[in-house]
């Protein structure tokens, strides 16, 4: 097995031992091993869980990142290799799961290693962005997490959704049929997920290869489509009374109906009091339910325990991947080139953003006279989205030199709607 530190660079090692203890990468004879180990620190995965993960197309046995001593491996973390949206920008992101430590290993750091093990992999492999979710974001934030991305889903009674399905469209020569899908419509569910979700910060980049592991790993006890003659205009993932995700042709909104109307038919059958959607809060569902009577919507940093954080282990990388983005708001708000420096946890990076991509740049140690002041966890979510720059004043230290600095500021980094769907929460 590999050691971590054989692979890391000498200006960033730690000591590969502590005592007893060896940091190191798994491999395929540790899966055991690790099984066991995550039996008893979280009590799951059972074993199909544990055994589909591996089947995952991206999966390497050197993504888990353990602590052994004597031999046992007394904690662990998986990190998945992803790409999320950020805009019109794809960013390499690494996801972190399964982080524990069995509890007679607990109070000596072992966790906290790893994860600056992780952060070590992340800048050599790339990753603009690392992202988890947690119960104890506590822990993480010392070590530069933000929280970041809401948790936002909507509650309706059942007998309130659209009945849908049994009408006409207008202009169409049969009633909408919603049924379950078929293997070959996948190409359809491709194209009807980008088409809602191609915008939508923090949504994962899915190959067709990763959207047949997905759905293999049965997260949903059906998946719905809503068809006109054959074509598929429309689709839900429903586990119980909760759909995971739905998606629609923007050009058939009357589709959308129709997938609730099936939904709605479903929940009355097995008694289901209210239906649960998840899905950002700019997504036509959103706007349905909020016209429903008695709809609850939730949008919030944390949520039954769990809430979402981002981290960047390379901030200069993160704003380099970004530039194209930004220089597509600086177009989209009729400005001319804006400049804004950022100092994160000392270091410093002037931004220099022109409506035309092929000029915009990032000057490392360099600042100017508009800039803001960050601490890691409020740059990411700066940067993001999750705050806008006026919430952040004051947040962990963070300051703007000049009002115009915040005026930049809002042009570069507005507020959006940050959003992972469950399916993809489950192993990002």
Known sequence: MPSLMKETPSSARSPARRGPVEFCQGSE????????????????????????????????????????????????????????????????????TWVGTLPEYRGQGYAQEILRLADDRARRSGAALMALTTAMPRFYRPLGWGLCGKQTLAKAPSRTLPIGGDAAPEGQPGPWHVRPWRQ????????????NYGDTTGSVVRSEEYWRWMIGRKYAHVIWVAC????????????DHKILEIAT????????????????????????????????????????FRRLKGTTILDADELEGAASMYHAPDPDRLLRAILPELSRRVSDAGSGPLELGLTVDDRRYLLHVEPAKTRSRVEPDRLGRRHLTLSPGAFVRLVMGHDDPDALLGEDGSIASTATALDSARVLFPRRPIWRSPLDSASA
């Open 249 to 288: 042709d923007p050009d058939r909104p009357d589709a959308l109906p129709a997938l609730l109307g099936r939904v709605r038919s479903e929940a009355l059958e097995r008694a289901y009091p209210e239906v649960v959607v998840h899905a950002p809060l700019d997504h036509p569902v959103m706007d349905t």
């Open 228 to 239: 006109l003659g054959e074509s598929v205009h429309g689709y839900a993932f429903v586990k």
């Open 29 to 96: 004879a540790d899966h055991e091993a690790i099984y066991q180990t995550l039996l008893h620190v979280f009590h799951g995965p059972d074993r199909d869980e544990f055994l589909g993960s591996l089947s995952d197309p991206a999966y390497r046995p050197e993504q888990r990142l353990l602590a052994r001593v004597d031999g046992k491996v007394a904690s662990h973390a998986h990190l998945t290799d992803r790409v999320i949206r950020f805009g019109s920008v794809p960013l390499p992101l690494n996801g972190v």
């Open 184 to 195: 070959v419509e996948l190409g359809d569910l491709m194209a009807l997920y980008d088409r």
